[in-house]
Nanobody, 122 residues
Framework: VQLQASGGGLVQAGGSLRLSCAAS????????MGWFRQAPGTEREFVAV????????TSADSVKGRFTISRDTAKNTVYLQMNSLKPEDTAVYYC????????????????WGQGTLVTVSS
């Protein structure tokens, strides 16, 4: 399984970005795809997760109403649409995959992309 995250960048507070995670090397119908983030000096934090087959999602309270996770099964890609960005959203964002469930614990994810940096200026 290979995961390639992209779409990060510098944006002003209140702006939007869309992250992409291109997945390859496996059939993902039984997988759950998650987004995590890690700011300097902090632990990796759960952001959102989606069930590949059904499209059902769950997300962290800190991003509810602002971030939306989705997937395009034809393109084997998972997205994280981030709106109303805040400086505290600044972090490296990682996509990850697990066969287990709607896990919020990063240790339960088997596969990881390389991360993409999101910087939100005030």
């Amino acid at each position: 399984v290979q995961l390639q995250a992209s779409g990060g960048g510098l944006v002003q507070a209140g702006g939007s970005l869309r992250l992409s995670c291109a997945a390859s090397g496996h059939t993902f119908s039984n997988y759950y795809m998650g987004w995590f983030r890690q700011a300097p000096g902090t632990e990796r934090e759960f952001v959102a997760v989606i069930n590949w087959r059904r499209g059902w999602t769950t997300s962290a309270d800190s991003v509810k109403g602002r971030f939306t996770i989705s997937r395009d099964t034809a393109k084997n890609t998972v997205y994280l649409q981030m709106n109303s960005l805040k400086p505290e959203d600044t972090a490296v964002y990682y996509c990850a995959a697990t066969e287990g469930g709607y896990y919020t614990d990063s240790k339960l994810y088997s596969y990881w992309g390389q991360g993409t940096l999101v910087t939100v200026s005030s």
